[in-house]
């Protein structure tokens, strides 16, 4: 009897994205990343608000008369990928919101001498598109996940528990090259 040999073992599977760390966006959607040379921004993401599920599919199964599956087929589901991004700096709101009116600047202060002051842009409330493309890397860094195309919608959210943060649903989209997503492997360490 010959033996049975195993082309691909555990060893050569253990290629894992541990857990999320990093976030970056990059505002040109289908940006090549052989060129990328630069993140438009680090998103401030809060660790417990992170959900990735790129879709279940549906699958419908043909079966015969007799009660035996023949074949099946399937259609992509919807993902369900979003992240709470904890930071209302005024470059995160305009990238998330609609701008409206002109700058807001408070004329009289808290405090004794009144230099309490706060000031901010104003924005309406109505759904944004966002475009661009997102990068995720592990805890590790031995792996990242690369959406090179993505639209994404958000609210803001302020609740008693956590910091006033950005709830933002995310969908990929096919890339130039058709990829919506790119699972990657650390190959080098720079220095």
Avoid: C, H
């Avoid at 599956?69 to 995160?92: C, E, F, H, L, R």
């Avoid at 990238?95 to 405090?111: D, I, P, R, S, V």
Wanted: proline letters at 5%; hydrophobic letters at 40%.
């Amino acid at each position: 009897m010959a033996k049975l040999n195993i082309t691909t073992g555990l060893a050569d599977l253990q290629k894992l994205f541990n857990k999320m760390k990093e976030v970056y966006f990059v505002a040109t959607p289908n940006s090549d990343l052989a060129t990328l040379d630069a993140f438009d921004m680090e998103l401030p993401v809060i660790d417990d608000g992170i959900s990735f599920n790129t879709g279940e599919p549906d699958v419908t199964t043909v079966k015969l008369t007799t009660g035996e599956n023949w074949t099946s087929y399937g259609k992509a589901g919807d993902p369900d990928i979003s992240i709470q991004v904890a930071s209302i700096a005024g470059v995160v709101n305009d990238l998330l919101m609609n701008k409206q009116g002109a700058k807001k600047t408070m004329a009289n202060g808290f405090g004794e001498t009144g230099a309490e002051t706060y000031e901010g842009q104003g924005y309406d409330l109505n759904p944004k598109k966002t475009t661009g493309a997102l990068f995720f890397r592990s805890e590790d860094m031995q792996s990242a996940i690369w959406l090179p195309n993505v639209e994404m919608y958000s609210n803001l959210v302020i609740e008693t528990d956590k910091p006033a943060y950005f709830n933002i649903k995310i969908t990929p989209l096919a890339g130039k090259d058709g990829a919506a997503i790119v699972p990657l492997t650390r190959v080098a360490s720079g220095g």
